[in-house]
């Protein structure tokens, strides 16, 4: 992690950059990729103030705190800092995860508490083939059924192995 650190009407004291280097360079850990914490210390009067800048994976995660201790003022950045990151963090995971996999089915309540099922979503691209093609995949594949839209009756259709033959599901609008 690269620290810069700016003092601004305080000396340059090696004891707070060696503090200021152990507090935000535990916060890397969050991150996947090279991180730059851009510090700046700041005292006026009776009032100390800690601002710290993190750039990393695409995020730029700013905090600010100010009290009459510097090493206080450090503390409380630091902290809401990590509070911020691993806030992005789950943000990101929910992201990519999708939505969730798993709901809920209703049941009529009964008196034995009973597992209830659930019902897991799996998007699928429809891929336009012939029953031809479609039997063709299903015979070089090892899943028991294929999903396909075929062009020939303009609907999607299900072929699905049952023994050692195969069942076209067809579609019927009443």
Known sequence: ???NITFRHLDSSPGLKE???K???KLEKYFYGPVEAHVILKAEKFRQEAEVTLVGDGYNITGKEETSDMYEAIDLVAAKLE??????????KSRKRGPSKELEVASPVSLEEEEEPSVEIEK??????SLEEALEQIKTTQKDFLIFNNPDTASVNVLYRKGNSYVLVLPELS
């Open 1 to 3: 992690m690269q620290i």
């Open 19 to 21: 503090y200021v280097h």
């Open 23 to 25: 507090r935000i360079s």
């Open 83 to 92: 509070t911020q990151v691993k806030k992005l963090r789950e943000k990101r």
């Open 124 to 129: 699928v691209y429809l891929k336009p083939m």
